[in-house]
């Protein structure tokens, strides 16, 4: 799957969302337009004065102002110069805010695309999307930009003074113009696919990267480390061409440029004297048209040559609007706290939203890479508000089945519903995971929660803490709420880790919620307060819990025993144990006496020794 993909939004979406992120920087823009505009008409101000300097020297002008006129100049070149770098400080500023505020948005947005997308597109794809194109958009905002904003100004001030001046001259230098526009227009019309080729084709190559790093072992393991390395050759040769074929069009761009301003100049010059021999223009004014041109050839050749660099951050700022427009998950749920918006959303994504959790799985069939299926004929039904534990031996399809209700697979056959709604249509909102390796995003305990829900306001916060018992060790954290916690942070044991999840869950509040092992990484003390929690964070909502401890499925409403990726049995543990099958084998394994070495003496189900 390629990147394209991921949305892109078109011009008028872009704009829209690139202004709402920079709304609060009108002031700062205003002071910097004005900076710039101010500096580019300084640029005109001293080629006059210098062509009034030659006509003193050539005893046309007053003598008694070439001093003021030679001192003006000085003073304008540095008034000129501060105004350009204060404009050019803010223009990247108020880019800069702006940008932070996409980031923020674009990342929210990635986080929540549904998790079987992001494992379509692959992490390359949207790591590209988002690092890579945040990246190329910053670079622009903080270097290219102010310049070509300031070029911009002073072309347009330029040619007004060259007009004013004469406008035979004015004809004349302009025409290198027709040659200007259809340089650009070929220019542009090749170098934004090839841009768009490019980037695409770096997308492809870092999304292989990655694979392949993340998959070393794999690789080496089935000897495939040739034949990967084969591809990334390929991929790497493409990106090569493709970045070849712009680099060949910028030079040619640039020869065109260079050969219109030298025909500019030369009609200037010529124009210019012949109009100074016929005495209809002083030497000085001459003077003042020549040094003009060779103003707006500067801002011109800024303004063509950066035309590729705000070009390609354009598409960058086209596909990280595109992926913020057509958000869906979790942070977009928190920016719809009402039901009611919820609703809206859901329609607005073309998402569901379920009547309520009940959970209806019939006959789901589903493998990996080697082919053979590794569930099938999987049906069941989960009440609304029922609380479910799944277990089964080792491999048994545990996961794999919560991998489909949860949407992160897609079945080879049979369907899964949650309210009535199928788990393709179904908002992401309808459903919360949380898995044995309970994240901590690197940031404070607040940035951890206002994941699951941006708006959620401090009594929102404590109140789902305080749902899972997190609340008095989270306040004793050396800054509360504002603790960094996670990589580079306060460090947290597992089961506040777990607790962080889980009271995200509550902020996130989904009718269904999917629990993989929660009481995994949990002893002793924390086991109980585990349980507490889960208890807390399940209430209300339908639970569907993995169990590798039988203590655990025994508080469930109903245990789900998977055997050999089927449904063995499914019903109360009082019912199961009355059946005697192999619920009865396992629940009797697990209360078995115990060996010094913790082992049960009975074979074949590891996973199910921990108590
Ligand atoms: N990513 C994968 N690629 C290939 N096969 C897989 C993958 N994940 C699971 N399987 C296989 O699918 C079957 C079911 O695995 P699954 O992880 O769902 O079982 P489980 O009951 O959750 O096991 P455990 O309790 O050990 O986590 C097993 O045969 C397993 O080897």
Excluded at 341 to 348: G, I, K, N, S, T
Aim: hydrophobic share 45%; proline share 4%.
């Amino acid at each position: 799957m390629s990147s394209e993909e991921l949305p892109t939004a078109g011009v008028k979406q872009t704009w829209r969302v690139v202004r709402d992120c920079g709304r609060d920087q009108a002031g700062a823009a205003w002071v910097a337009a004005v900076c710039l505009v101010l500096s580019s008409a300084s640029v005109l101000v001293v080629p006059l004065l210098v062509g009034r300097i030659v006509d003193i020297v050539t005893g046309s002008g007053d003598r008694g102002l070439l001093g003021p006129a030679a001192f003006g100049a000085l003073v304008m070149t540095a008034v000129g110069a501060v105004l350009a770098a204060v404009g050019a400080g803010l223009t990247a500023r108020v880019c800069e805010n702006a940008l932070g505020r996409l980031r923020e948005r674009a990342l929210a947005a990635v986080v929540a695309l549904p998790l079987p997308t992001v494992e379509r597109l692959g992490r390359g794809t949207v790591l590209s999307r988002t690092v890579g194109d945040v990246g190329v958009a910053s670079d622009v905002a903080r270097g290219a930009l102010p310049a070509f904003l300031s070029a911009l100004l002073t072309l347009l001030v330029t040619c007004g003074g060259l007009l004013a001046l004469d406008w035979r001259l004015a004809l004349a230098g302009a025409l290198p113009l027709p040659v200007w526009v259809a340089a650009t227009r070929g220019y542009l019309r090749r170098s934004g696919p090839q841009y768009a080729h490019e980037r695409t084709a770096e997308a492809r190559l870092s999304q292989f990267l990655l694979t392949g790093i993340s998959g070393a072992r794999t690789l080496r393991a089935l000897c495939l480390e040739d034949a990967h390395t084969a591809v990334i050759k390929e991929r790497s040769e493409a990106w090569s061409a493709a970045a070849l074929r712009t680099c060949v069009t910028r030079v040619r761009f640039s020869l065109h440029l260079n050969g219109a301003e030298l025909l500019g100049l030369l009609a200037v010059l010529v124009t210019g004297s012949a109009l100074v021999r016929s005495g209809s223009l002083s030497l000085g004014a001459a003077s003042t048209a020549v040094l003009l041109l060779m103003r707006v050839f500067e801002p011109v050749g800024t303004l063509l040559y950066l035309l590729d660099e705000v070009q390609s951050a354009s598409a960058a700022l086209a596909r990280l609007a595109g992926v913020v427009t057509e958000r869906t998950g979790d942070a977009e749920r928190g920016e719809n706290a009402e039901r009611g918006e919820d609703a809206e959303d859901a329609v607005r994504s073309g998402r569901e939203l379920p009547s309520d959790g009940g959970l209806t799985v019939r006959g789901l069939e589903f493998g990996y890479a080697d082919g053979a299926p590794a569930v099938q004929d999987v049906t069941f039904r989960v009440e609304p508000g029922e609380r479910v534990a799944v277990v089964g031996p080792s491999g048994a399809g545990k996961s794999t089945v919560v991998g489909l209700v949860t949407g992160v697979h897609t079945p080879w056959r049979g369907s899964v519903t949650v309210g009535g709604v199928p788990i393709g249509r179904l908002h992401p909102r309808a459903t919360g995971l949380v898995t044995q390796e309970s994240h901590v995003f690197a940031g404070s305990v607040r940035d951890n929660l206002s994941i699951a829900r941006p708006d959620a306001d401090e009594p929102a916060m404590t109140a789902a803490l305080a749902q899972v018992g997190a609340l008095d060790w989270a306040l004793e954290l050396p800054e509360g709420l504002e603790t960094v916690v996670g990589p580079g942070g306060e460090a947290l044991s597992p089961a506040r880790r777990q607790q962080l999840a889980l009271a995200r869950l509550v902020l996130a509040d989904p009718p269904l919620a999917v629990l993989d092992e929660p009481t995994a990484e949990s002893y002793g003390g924390d086991r109980s307060a585990m349980r507490t929690a889960v208890d807390a964070a399940l209430k209300g909502r339908t639970g569907i819990v993995i169990a590798h401890r039988l203590s655990d499925a025994r508080a469930a409403d109903r245990i789900l025993v998977l055997d050999e990726g089927r449904v063995a049995a499914f019903g109360t543990h009082e019912q199961l144990l009355r059946d005697g099958g192999l619920y009865a084998e396992l629940w009797s394994t697990w209360t078995a006496p115990r060996d010094a070495a913790g082992r049960t003496g009975r074979a074949g189900w590891t996973g199910w020794t921990g108590r």
